[in-house]
């Protein structure tokens, strides 16, 4: 059998995070019940946790972007049957009764998301690029568009104009400033779909750090903060905003003294997201003084294994998965690949280029003595969604 018909698609995530965000808990629009906009957060924590824990056990570098890679997995997963199906429903929590509902949320959520004005700007993108060949479902191609991506046919069997176009394709229509290489020909290669997910963030501190207290290492500022001890978590738990009102915030979460990073991760997969803000606010703001290492972290990571780990296998089985709703060839998932960029500095402006050969870079946690290891998580306020997280150190 062909390659055509024996390969689905390699589902990239390209994300570059330029500094980071504001307040969680805002309020939103009566569209979408609020509940059901937190129900769909919940969804995405799980497997922000599951798939944290899983690189942490291993000692990876540990930087995902949860949100993307749920909504490109859902995606993927109502058009599987059978036991493909039943794997996916019941580790992603999606239902196919409510596939249109679900759709809906997620178009909410997008919409809330981006965000283009001065000091601060949220922007993503999800295309599906598919090759010339490949005859797609009428099903499929109406639940694209009906889920805000766009769809892109390509000519795959020459992978290097599928790259050029592809590249020009996201570049033209979308952001990326500067321009980025996201795409190589090696991409296209045995393969007849990409789905993409491309994530951009922009913006500058609410409270800018102090240059003048700052090292070559480590920024510091002082000011009125959330900050709270969290006896579950066994962590400190600090809020950095945005300027511009923005709907996200930086959650940084540091051990106690003695407790490992890891432990702190399984710790946070026991209970709600709700729950560290609900401690956070009860506890009020008060002057904090804080020091935050200047890093740059970039990851490449393949995911089959972790998803596999949450009991996904079928669709990455050549005999086994069934992506009939796709088309009526035989497809599986080839691969799941990752790649992410976040920097962070004083300013919130600088920009950091990636390709898969920036693998898990990060500025090293040993040059700075004062610098203890952490957990962030970027967190969209309305739907408690995770955006982005990651660790320092260890």
């Avoid at 009102?245 to 959650?251: K, P, R, T, V």
């Avoid at 780990?309 to 035989?330: C, R, T």
């Avoid at 920036?358 to 004062?370: D, L, M, Q, R």
Wanted: aromatic share 12%; with cysteine; net charge neutral.
């Amino acid at each position: 059998m062909s390659s055509l018909r024996r390969n689905l698609l390699k589902l990239l995530v390209l994300c570059r995070l330029l500094d980071i965000f504001s307040p969680a808990l805002c309020k939103t629009k009566n569209v979408i019940p609020y509940t059901d906009l937190r129900s769909f957060g919940e969804k995405v924590r799980n497997l922000s946790f599951h798939l944290f824990n899983y690189t942490e056990q291993r000692n990876d570098c540990g930087l995902l972007a949860p949100y993307t890679l749920w909504n490109l997995v859902s995606l993927v997963a109502f058009m599987t049957s059978e036991d493909s199906w039943d794997q996916l429903h019941k580790t992603m929590g999606v239902s196919r009764r409510k596939g249109k509902y679900f759709n809906s949320i997620y178009n909410h959520i997008n919409d809330l998301m981006i965000t283009i004005k001065p000091g601060a700007s949220f922007k993503i993108n999800n295309t599906v690029f598919y090759d010339s060949r490949l005859q797609l479902t009428s099903n499929f191609e109406d639940s694209i568009m009906a889920s805000g991506v766009s769809l892109k046919k390509l000519n795959f069997h020459d992978s290097v104009l599928a790259s050029d176009s592809a590249n020009n394709y996201i570049q033209s229509n979308y952001f990326l400033m500067p321009k980025r290489i996201i795409f190589h020909s090696s991409d296209f290669k045995d393969t007849s779909m990409i789905v993409s997910g491309v994530v951009e963030f922009e913006a500058a501190w609410a409270k800018p750090f102090d240059i003048s207290l700052s090292d070559r290492f480590v920024m510091r500022q002082s000011g009125e903060f959330f900050y709270t001890d969290v006896d579950w978590l066994r962590a400190s738990v600090l809020e950095l905003s945005y300027a511009s009102d923005f709907d996200f915030s930086m959650l940084v979460i540091r051990p106690r003294y003695g407790v490992a990073l890891k432990d702190v991760i399984t710790n946070l997969a026991l209970k709600k997201l709700d729950d560290i803000f609900q401690k956070l606010y009860t506890a009020g703001s008060k002057e904090t003084v804080i020091e935050l290492p200047k890093f740059s972290l970039t990851s490449l990571q393949v995911l089959n294994e972790p998803f596999m780990s949450m009991g996904i296998i079928n669709v990455f089985l050549p005999d086994e998965a069934d992506f009939s709703g796709i088309s009526s060839d035989n497809l599986y998932i080839q691969s799941f690949e990752q790649r992410v960029t976040v920097t962070v500095s004083e300013t919130g402006t600088t920009a950091t280029a990636y390709t898969p050969a920036n693998v898990a870079k990060s500025t090293s946690p040993n040059e700075i003595g004062s610098a203890s290891p952490f957990i962030f998580l970027i967190v969209h306020g309305p739907s408690l969604s995770i955006v982005f997280c990651g660790k320092y150190g260890e």
